[in-house]
């Protein structure tokens, strides 16, 4: 049971060129999501999928896509990288995600993505 | 929507106890309240989370006064590796969750 797994775990990027972020949970969790954390910041909800089928934005989805490619797996696509994303990218996944906020999250071992 | 305040940093020694209060004023009558850890490098772990009075685990126990505007996380005995970043969360609205900046616990030999 590897939990959540991240892909890749280290990336660097010319500015405007493209990428995925690759995120798959086997704890068979119907939620996922995006974060990013900048340096000596909290995480910032970038895109949720609430069930297989479903995404929305978050807190910053701005120069960013998602795809809920199946239960297990969701990704992130950056389609014109900015020195403004350089991050560290954290997938999570939870049973379920309702209004309170029951069910805890299961975070992956994040991406550091430097745009240069 | 709900939003979370925190101190900063704190500062403790091994052997003691660890109280990290989060004020959040306008918490909806539905939402728990829930506290992660994350060390450096790392993906936040989740520690505790509850809805009223008082939660406990192996690991901390979380307190809620009855009016909910604001918790407290109480860690018994830290020792080093308690040392990590200790965040609140609040749901706050369908596009939450947000961390917020978190506090900084430094725990010292």
């Known amino acids: 049971n590897a939990g959540v797994t991240q892909t890749p775990k280290f990336q660097v990027l010319k500015t405007g060129q493209s990428m995925t972020l690759q995120c798959a949970q086997d704890m068979n969790h119907n939620s996922m999501y995006w974060y990013r954390q900048d340096p000596g910041m909290g995480l910032r909800l970038i895109y949720y999928?609430?069930?297989?089928?479903?995404?929305d934005k978050g807190e910053v989805p701005n120069g960013y896509n998602v795809s809920r490619l199946n239960k297990r797996e969701f990704s992130l696509r950056l389609e014109s990288a900015a020195p403004s994303q350089t991050s560290v990218y954290f997938c999570?996944?939870?049973?379920?995600?309702?209004?309170?906020?029951?069910?805890?999250?299961?975070f992956g071992p994040g991406t550091r993505l430097t745009v240069t | 929507l709900a939003k979370t305040t925190q101190p900063i940093s704190m500062d403790s020694y091994e052997g003691q106890e660890v109280n990290i209060t989060c004020s959040h004023n306008n918490i909806a009558t539905n939402d728990y309240i829930t506290w992660y850890q994350q060390f450096p490098s790392q993906g936040p772990r989740f520690i505790i989370q509850g809805y009223k009075t008082k939660v406990t685990n192996e690991v901390a126990s979380l307190f809620i006064p009855a009016d909910r505007k604001s918790s407290t996380l109480s860690l018994p005995r830290v020792s080093l590796s308690d040392t990590a970043v200790y965040y609140c969360?609040?749901?706050?609205?369908?596009?939450?969750?947000?961390f917020g900046s978190g506090t900084r616990l430094q725990v010292q030999p």
């Open positions: 969360l609040v749901p706050a609205g369908r596009r939450a969750l947000t």
């Open positions: 999570a996944s939870s049973p379920r995600r309702d209004s309170g906020g029951v069910y805890e999250q299961y």
């Open positions: 999928s609430a069930s297989e089928g479903t995404t």
